[in-house]
């Protein structure tokens, strides 16, 4: 068990610049989610994955936003036309499934961007 | 809609002082609560929950009480050490639902 992997760690960016970040699943965990964390604030809620299927979306994710897991593994979060506001620390979790303790949910390191 | 308030910090101890963070929550029904604990430069952790009124969640000295009538979650710690050092959040998940509704955390210094 390797843990929730997310990469990069941190990311630099100008105004108005695409951006993509990754996150890896503690292996056989089906499901996957994305909150985001400001400075001084608790994580939000991003959208979660089912497999591959996307399930539910805040309406934190406006449509600048785009999350995919396409083969149910890994999970990608694109940020198209960057602002300032963007700023902040994307953190992925992950789950084994239903039921009980297979609720709980693992947090990988986050990434943090940066817009400048 | 559900939220989640903590007590703000930073809550500064000594070495084997006695610990309280409180953490209150609004929402309809009875959700699960949940405490997770950011160490510097780690990912969020989860430090102990309780899924219905009157349990008890605990784990590495710390303790938890669902109080239903009070909607309260108040994290407790009888003698904190340096390395308690870290941010707290208070958390909560519908049954059912999959999100975690976050406080905005409470970081703990506890000095030698």
């Known amino acids: 068990d390797t843990g929730v992997s997310q990469d990069p760690r941190h990311k630099i960016t100008k105004r108005g610049q695409n951006v993509t970040f990754r996150c890896d699943p503690i292996s056989e965990h089906n499901r996957l989610y994305w909150y985001r964390q400001t400075l001084g604030q608790g994580p939000e809620f991003l959208t979660y994955?089912?497999?591959?299927?996307?399930?539910?979306k805040s309406r934190l994710l406006s449509d600048r936003f785009s999350a995919e897991r396409p083969k149910g593994s890994f999970s990608t979060l694109e940020i198209q036309r960057t602002e300032q506001g963007d700023s902040a620390m994307y953190l992925c979790?992950?789950?084994?499934?239903?039921?009980?303790?297979?609720?709980?949910?693992?947090f990988g390191p986050g990434t943090r961007l940066t817009v400048l | 809609g559900n939220s989640v308030t903590q007590m703000e910090g930073p809550v500064t101890l000594s070495e084997e002082a006695f610990l309280t963070i409180n953490c209150t929550y609004t929402a309809t029904g009875y959700p699960s609560l949940f405490w997770y604990v950011q160490y510097p430069g780690e990912g969020l952790q989860l430090l102990l929950k309780a899924t219905k009124a009157d349990d008890k969640g605990s784990n590495k000295g710390f303790e938890a009480t669902y109080r239903k009538e009070t909607t309260s979650f108040h994290l407790e710690k009888g003698s904190v050490q340096v390395s308690d050092s870290a941010v707290y959040f208070c958390a909560l998940r519908y049954t059912g639902f999959q999100k975690l509704v976050f406080g905005t955390g409470t970081r703990l210094l506890v000095s030698p």
């Open positions: 979790a992950s789950s084994l499934g239903v039921g009980g303790g297979r609720n709980e949910q693992f």
């Open positions: 994955f089912q497999n591959e299927a996307q399930l539910e």
